[in-house]
């Protein structure tokens, strides 16, 4: 695939655009990993990239070696314009990148992009050895620019950059690609309101693929309808689609991603929700963390983790969504149609799913304040809870103060509520390195003060928070 063409706009990625055209550009070889879960624009991120220069880009899948290693052949000669390369019967990879070098002639570096890597790797477990084998003897004087794709964190994190990885300290740079924050996600609805850009972050999070599928032209709500409700929906089986790419034992993964959505954080609740036992929710809830779709936090106490106080989240916007509203309803919602479901359905609850994720968007909203505030001070960012407290936001910082904060996404008028429903709290935080404690209030809207507030007490709304 010599310049895939790009037809749709391309927002942010400017670091990780300058990391390639540096890599490209310098004489010496190029070797580096783009990894991150799927969906967070990775392919996108090397086709644009590759857009306007000479490059292979080739998408392994769940197939064998052979069909592999042919439609590879087929894309090298299409990019090095050598028709005859597309016929040539290959018995391997090593065989195959010594053709594709003797074959290139450009003064500039070769673009060699392997995607879904690990699926290559699946039916040709050599193939790390032969690149490597290809790194140390050519590649890396220069003439090629390498660059290895995945979606499975753990894969990647082991069988490329791992210690015990034949391409271990191979690499002249590594990509990790998250999700866009929700400044940049805001890109994609310029138009909307802060409040509808918000919800919309909420459900799609940062990732491109989502946000491109909710049109500027329609409400949220009517967006909802279209893409999880509607038969033929783009985002109707996405969660399912997703699990399916990745995992086996379905149900099982199904069962744990539903008590998560449903609340359950523990060992013991999800267990007894799923009816999984210890020793194998062990081991489905590693799988879901390496491919980043569940994460497990502890409370921030400044104290080591309190490992007994862990609690598991689905970290991921659209499955928590879906696991939330739309799996455990599915034969209601076709049988209600997409208007009545989304009416009877999931408006009613959407609000409080709103609060709940509001809180996780302040979090990741705080350590922008703290640079748009000019602190310099390194600092932690988390929450804090025990059997009898919940505080929404604790921003540990190292010049010692702590922050704890505050979130309602319903609207409030008064800053009265929302003081009445942290000043209570603020003693039963162990604050054992006795920092200075301040306050953090984030609401929907701007709320009115009669009075200035005190100099540790901070208030933020939607439009502070989606500040640059």
């Keep these: 695939m010599p310049t895939p063409s790009i037809d749709e706009p391309f927002f942010g990625r400017s670091n990780e655009l300058r990391t390639l055209e540096r890599a490209w550009k310098d004489a010496a070889g190029a070797f580096i990993p783009v990894y991150g879960r799927r969906r967070v624009g990775k392919s996108e991120l090397i086709r644009h990239f590759i857009s306007q220069k000479r490059g292979i880009y080739y998408v392994g899948k769940q197939a064998p070696p052979d069909l592999q290693l042919r439609e590879f052949m087929r894309d090298a000669a299409e990019c090095l314009g050598e028709p005859l390369l597309a016929e040539v019967q290959v018995d391997g990879w090593a065989r195959a990148f010594k053709l594709i070098e003797e074959r290139w002639k450009g003064p ?6 392997l995607d879904e890597f690990q699926w290559m790797c699946e039916v040709s477990p050599e193939l790390p050895s032969v690149i490597q084998e290809a790194w140390d003897r050519r590649w890396r004087k220069g003439g090629i620019m390498l660059i290895l794709c995945g979606s499975y964190l753990g894969f990647m994190e082991r069988e490329v950059l791992g210690k015990k990885s034949p391409l271990f300290g191979r690499r002249t740079a590594q990509i990790l690609l998250r999700p866009f924050d929700h400044r940049e996600a805001a890109l994609f609805h310029p138009s909307w309101s802060r409040v509808e850009q918000a919800r919309t972050y909420f459900i799609c999070g940062g990732l491109p693929f989502y946000l491109k599928s909710f049109s500027a032209g329609r409400s949220v709500e009517q967006n909802i309808a279209d893409n999880f409700l509607t038969e033929t929906g783009l985002l109707r089986r996405e969660a399912d689609f997703l699990l399916r790419e990745e995992l086996r034992e379905l149900v099982n993964y199904h069962s744990i991603l ?6 359950h954080g523990t060992n013991s ?3 007894a929700a799923s009816g999984i036992g210890d020793r194998a929710l062990h081991f489905y809830l590693t799988t879901l963390i390496e491919l980043g779709y569940v994460r497990k936090k502890h409370p921030l106490t400044g104290a080591a983790a309190q490992v007994r106080l862990g609690r598991y989240v ?3 916007p659209l499955l928590r969504f879906w696991f939330r509203f739309v799996f455990p309803q599915t034969s209601l919602i076709a049988r209600l149609g997409p208007s009545a479901a989304m009416d009877r359905l999931i408006s009613p609850g959407l609000d409080s799913y709103f609060g709940f994720c509001f809180e996780q968007f302040c979090r990741e909203a705080l350590p922008a304040l703290y640079a748009r505030e000019g ?4 600092f932690e960012v988390g929450e804090y809870w025990d059997k009898d407290t919940q505080i929404d936001i604790v921003g540990m910082r190292k010049d010692g103060v702590t922050d704890l904060g505050e979130c ?3 609207s409030a008028r008064s800053p009265t509520p929302l003081r009445e429903e942290l000043e209570p709290r603020l003693s039963r935080f162990p604050n054992t390195r006795r920092a200075s404690l301040h306050t953090r ?3 929907r809207t701007k709320i009115t003060h009669r009075t200035p507030p005190p100099p540790t007490e901070h208030w933020h709304d939607l439009d502070d928070l989606y500040e640059e």
């Design 269 to 271: 609740a999800i267990s």
């Design 375 to 378: 602190l310099t001070a390194a």
């Design 408 to 410: 309602k996404w319903t």
């Design 314 to 316: 689905l970290d991921d």
């Design 441 to 443: 209030y984030f609401a």
């Design 108 to 113: 500039e570096k070769l673009i060699l992009a």
């Design 258 to 263: 539903m008590a998560l959505a449903e609340g």
